[in-house]
């Protein structure tokens, strides 16, 4: 287990999780964290397929890595992200066709989410398969919590409810509350994240420019 | 080996490309079958869903058979053009809907809801990012709204995919589509608050304006091409009237 684990691949795995966020501090994929976290379940099962398919594009081009042509290097990155999120999409209208229907167009977009884009070529394309796919878990689930963050406020205080379950009593409205419509629209995430940035950079001090 | 030459790229390239779109074509191929299965068990669970039939964790297939035991094709004048019922369940209404009118097939379900008939109509529309579609179905009367399911395609989360929720949907139970002179005028979907002139009306989407306005349209031109059809009402429901 040391081996599989040694420092850096462990630097590698937990980096992207903190202090080396892909949208708290590298600011990526940006665009759909914005348009899945109006609730809870999408944006959780985007972060999921998002986790596969970078972790296993990392790992194809990782073994293709020293084959690829640097003139296309990124056309060929993009059609191992292109096939792999057909395939994805693919399987879950066979397996789990009422989890497609609800991402709908979300899980065609992942081919476009730059995270994928910049891991490939910033990292897969100069290290081997197993850091690669360490790489990619780490990174998908560093998108993954900020997305289920940043969702888990806006259902609540939008819709008031979690995973589609009640959690703010009738009572409540019966008392006059009323559910913050500003959080279902786009700009309330990108605010969210702003507030996530702002604490995370609060609290590692390393990470403030001069 | 030197992996910058035109040639080596040109190679590289084809071969990724037949390569890719073998495994795709394999994958498409092997999934295909049970995909059909999925979107017709789907189909079937929306159908029912107009009848307010919950199918959640039970035999889906099984509780369609025992409610509609028979479907129809009909054309704009109402004539019944087929009673095959396979076939009127496969029939693409999205596709009917772009022919012109007299060259339409349309599909009714008919279901037999203790004891009374239902009739289902298939409904398709355009929200604001896609497409929006549906089924509602009537009483005997042919005028009386029994249930009603829609889905869309892309909507706004929270917004305008709200039509999905059964919330919006049960609002339509009990509406009628037609005036106190029968006419056929539809059921309006409006702004909360606000009235429709001489038809009933239902409160659309807060925040969702566009897809409920599509919901509307969708009402009047989706129901309103089984006008003829709707019109023949039988001696029992008119004097129930």
Known sequence: ?210 | MNTNKNSYTIIYAAVMVVVVALLLALVSGILKEKQTANVELDKKKQILSSLNISTAGQDAEALYNQYIPKAIIINYRGEVISDDRDKAFNVDIAKEMSKPLEKRELPVYLATVEGQTKYILSLRGAGLWGPIWGYISFNEDKNTVFGSYFMHASETPGLGAEIATKHFQNEFINKKIKNAENKFVSIAVVKPGQQAEGKDYVDGISGGTITSHGVDVMLMKSIGQYENFLGQVTDGGMQNE
């Open chain 1, 1 to 210: 287990m040391s081996k599989l684990l040694s420092a850096k691949s462990k630097q590698v795995l937990l980096g992207p999780l903190s202090k080396n966020n892909p949208i708290m501090v590298q600011v990526l994929g940006i665009c759909s964290a914005l348009a899945v976290t109006a609730k809870l379940e999408p944006a959780l099962v985007m972060g999921l397929s998002v986790t596969i398919i970078v972790a296993l594009s990392n790992v194809i081009i990782s073994l293709l890595r020293n084959t690829i042509p640097n003139r296309i290097r990124i056309i060929v990155q993009l059609v191992v992200v292109a096939a792999l999120v057909t395939v994805v999409s693919e399987f879950l209208k066979a397996f789990a066709y009422d989890v497609s229907v609800q991402l709908s167009v979300y899980i065609g977009l992942i081919i476009t989410n730059c995270i994928l884009m910049g891991r490939l070529e910033a990292f897969a394309m100069g290290n081997k398969p197993w850091e690669s796919f360490l790489d990619g878990i780490g990174n998908g689930i560093g998108y993954a919590w900020i997305l289920a963050a940043v969702a888990f406020v806006r259902e609540l205080l939008g819709s008031g409810t979690l995973l589609n379950y009640r959690i703010i009593p009738q009572s409540f409205y019966d008392a006059g509350y009323v559910n913050n419509g500003m959080m279902m629209m786009p700009p309330m995430a990108l605010i969210l994240v702003a507030c996530l940035i702002w604490i995370h950079r609060a609290a590692n001090k390393d990470l403030q420019e001069k």
